[in-house]
């Protein structure tokens, strides 16, 4: 019997699919660019089609990557890297197995310009139920640094979600190795302990989110496991992690932490 290299999409292993609520614990400032028109905001928040606001899933990937960015290069400082622009094409050229050996842990999770993701986050949409339509709008200044005054005719005001509004957070991830299965699950208790913020004007204490409700569903497909597929298909398929298999994801992750900060070390 042939299976699929781990590195490869072409057969679907697995699947952790984790969704809740994020709520603004703070204001949060996801912003649109400046508003050149008469009565508009000079800095307005970024809106769907229908007036309310969103986050990107754009936005959630990059505050997600970039915190487990700066984890993994306290650990393993090799794991995190620049690649020069003239490196990529040749990089990208290499048979799979190699370029699978040879990319770091953020980009087998989260993609590289050679090298597919395995990590999906979903624009997160306002619930509905709580959005009121109002946004609050606030005043800014350009300060002079050196007489610490308020520069003239840099006023400037800006929107930004109330604190308390709540968007819907999903993301799922295929065909993941035992150590970014725990990886991710671990990089997820900061959000759930309110630690994150996204968005903009962060210096200034907005952006704080916290993910409530959180539901976490896996399923691994195995060779003539028909029952599983079909309930992946009509969406039954999936339950929550057991407090064995985190410990195991955990286990796996400190593995290959340890491993690659070895290396390092001798390198």
Known sequence: MTTEANYSFAALRNRLTIEGW???????????????????????????????PFIPGASLKGAFRARLEALVRGVAPGQVREIETEMRKGFAEQPDEVIWHDSSLIELTFGAPWLAGRIFFKDALVDRSLWFGQFEIRNGVALNRDTETAEAGLLYDYEVVPAGMRFAFALTMENAEAWQLGMILLALQPWERGEVQLGGFRSRGLGYVQLTDLQRRFVALQPGDADAAIALLDGTGGVEPDATQMQAWTAALRSKLTAHAEQATEA
């Open 22 to 52: 994020l709520v603004t614990t703070t204001a949060l400032r996801i912003g649109a660019g400046r508003d050149s028109s008469v009565i508009g905001n000079d800095l307005p928040v970024l809106r769907d089609a229908l007036g309310a």
